[in-house]
C-alpha cells in the first residue's frame, strides 16, 4: 500500500515560520514529481508548489520569495519551508506525489490526507 503522510502543520502567528514534512511509504519504486497544494474553507484546492526529481521548481504569485520547497529522494520525503506567513495562508495543506510501484508500471497520483496550518494572531 502505498502512502504519503504529511506532517508539521500547526498554529503559528503571522510573520512566523512552519517547515511541513510529507513521506512516501510503502512499496514505492520511483516517484516522479511531487508537490505541495492547499484549500481553505469555500475555497478551491490550489497548487502552492512543485518539485520534479531531478529538482526544477514551481511556485505559486502568492508564495513566491516566502515559500521553499526541497525533496530528499532517499529518504521519499517532500519539504515545504513556509516563511513570513499571512493569515491568507491558512488552509489544509495536501501533499501529491506521482508514483509507481514497479519499473514497468505507469505513474499514478496520490494524494496525503492534510496538515492543517493556521495563521492567527
Known amino acids: 500500500q502505498v502512502q504519503l503522510v504529511e506532517s508539521g502543520g500547526g498554529l503559528v502567528q503571522p510573520g512566523g515560520s512552519l517547515r511541513l514534512s510529507c513521506t512516501a511509504s510503502?512499496?514505492?519504486?520511483?516517484?516522479?514529481?511531487m508537490g505541495w497544494y492547499r484549500q481553505a474553507p469555500g475555497k478551491q484546492r490550489e497548487l502552492v508548489a512543485t518539485?520534479?526529481?531531478?529538482?526544477?521548481?514551481n511556485y505559486a504569485d502568492s508564495v513566491k520569495g516566502r515559500f521553499n520547497i526541497s525533496r530528499d529522494n532517499a529518504k521519499k520525503t517532500v519539504y515545504l519551508q513556509m516563511n513570513s506567513l499571512k493569515p491568507e495562508d491558512t488552509a489544509v495543506y495536501y501533499c501529491?506525489?506521482?508514483?509507481?510501484?514497479?519499473?514497468?508500471?505507469?505513474?499514478?497520483?496520490?494524494w496525503g490526507q492534510g496538515t492543517q496550518v493556521t495563521v492567527s494572531s
Open positions: 501529491n506525489a506521482d508514483m509507481r510501484r514497479t519499473s514497468w508500471n505507469n505513474f499514478f497520483n496520490y
Open positions: 510503502g512499496s514505492i519504486f520511483s516517484i516522479n514529481s
Open positions: 518539485i520534479t526529481s531531478g529538482g526544477s521548481t
